[in-house]
């Protein structure tokens, strides 16, 4: 083994008499450099900008949300909810209401889902750090806290006394034929915007804990679901069995994955698709290092009886061209790895990619495991074509030493 390393080692870095052996090799080099270095910058960017959307979503989403399989509401009181505190994993909890509600403001209307919350809900869910414009809900204001979309669509603004914010919703349990009582409405007005996304900003409505239960006519300690803050990596069966055993309610307990299961899976088939992009212009580079392999061979052939003359065999040289592609591969493939690390380092503390018309600098992530995919996929792709590119060599070596 030492002796094909030493001669595939010796076939690599020494120069051919002819200029354009050296050149097609160089190239190849090269070739990977540039294609290694682009598959990890670009993994590295994808996964930058995954991480730059899910830093929305999960400053809007709970880890965890528990609601009842049956049912829009299921009663949990203050001790339940210290117990569910006090389970391992649980950094906080905190009760929800939502219900789809019709907002009107100066003659115009919107169907919105309206989230009642307590003063807990911003120690599981920072909502409170959204705040676009004004403040933050309290239990001593009955006002709400509106989506930027929805206040701009509506022409909404804060504190305007003069024009109220009416929410109307259906009476629980009506049967009634007036039109009029079947329906309950409630007078508020905003006192802060909120925005996210363009989705959630068009979608949601924030009110105290007391206004949505007046409106929806709902008793003391009844709510729609309870939202978790947790340090749990996933969600465990063990997990769910404490719940389950603390609320005696048959409920439903999800993580912030399997509620937004739709994006994950969306992000997840676009980082795909853009790998087996960049592996394809890897498979395409790979062409390069066959024909500098083809090349290297036909120029060694003086060399190569020399070697044989001296006891190596057809199969040993044949594995010292199998080498040569790998070293070829191998530390372009290296060489391209170090490079595109240093430039996803440099654009993550020294920016200089921006986002077009914007001064966002683009975001990147460096993550270990896109390491040793880039690795692995080269190590695969390598022996895949330096093992083509040596097939039959044996056969043509063979004839050499015969004749």
């Known amino acids: 083994m030492k002796f094909v390393l030493r001669i595939a080692l010796r076939y690599f870095f020494s120069k051919s008499r002819q200029t354009i052996i050296n050149r097609i090799t160089v190239f190849a080099l090269v070739v990977m450099i540039v294609a290694t270095a682009a598959l990890f910058i670009v993994l590295s960017g994808f996964a930058g900008l995954k991480e730059f959307s899910l830093s929305f979503t999960n400053a809007f989403d709970p880890d965890f949300r528990v609601q009842p399989q049956t049912g829009k509401y299921f009663k949990v009181d203050s001790l339940m909810l210290k117990k569910l505190e006090a389970l391992p994993g649980v950094e906080a909890v905190a009760p929800e209401i939502e219900e789809k509600v019709l907002l009107s403001y100066a003659g115009k209307s919107n169907v919105a889902y309206l989230k009642g919350v307590s003063e807990e809900y911003t120690n599981v869910i920072p909502a409170d750090s959204l705040i676009l414009l004004g403040n933050w809900i309290s239990p001593k204001d009955p006002g709400i806290v509106v989506g930027y979309g929805i206040a701009a669509k509506m022409g909404m603004g804060t504190y305007d006394y003069a024009n109220p914010v009416e929410i109307t919703v259906p009476r629980v349990g009506s049967s009634s034929a007036v039109f009029r009582q079947a329906f309950k409405s409630t007078t508020t007005y905003a006192v802060g915007l909120f925005q996210v996304t363009k989705e959630l900003d068009l979608k949601y409505v924030f009110a105290s804990e007391q206004l949505v239960q007046n409106l929806l006519s709902l008793e003391d300690d009844t709510f729609s679901r309870i939202v978790i803050k947790s340090n749990l990596e996933f969600l465990d069966d063990n997990f769910k069995k404490q719940i389950q055993a603390l609320l005696e309610v048959p409920i439903t307990i999800e993580s912030r994955e399997e509620f937004n299961v739709a994006f994950y899976r969306m992000m997840n088939s676009e980082q795909l698709a853009v790998y087996f992009i960049f592996t394809l212009v890897m498979v395409i580079s790979l062409f390069n290092v066959v024909g500098a392999l083809i090349m290297i061979f036909l120029d060694k052939r003086r060399q190569m009886k020399i070697v044989l003359a001296m006891g190596a065999t057809h199969t040993h040289l044949q594995s010292v061209f199998f080498m040569v592609g790998l070293l070829i591969s191998g530390i372009g493939g290296l060489v391209g790895l170090l490079l595109g690390i240093i430039l996803v380092a440099l654009q ?48 043509k070596i063979q004839h050499y030493r015969a004749a």
């Open 348 to 395: 993550h503390h020294f920016p200089f990619i921006f986002v077009p018309g914007t001064p966002f600098p683009y975001p990147v992530s460096f993550l270990l495991k896109n390491v040793f995919i880039v690795l692995i996929t080269l190590l695969l792709l390598g022996v895949i074509a330096s093992a083509w590119a040596t097939r039959g060599m044996g056969k």
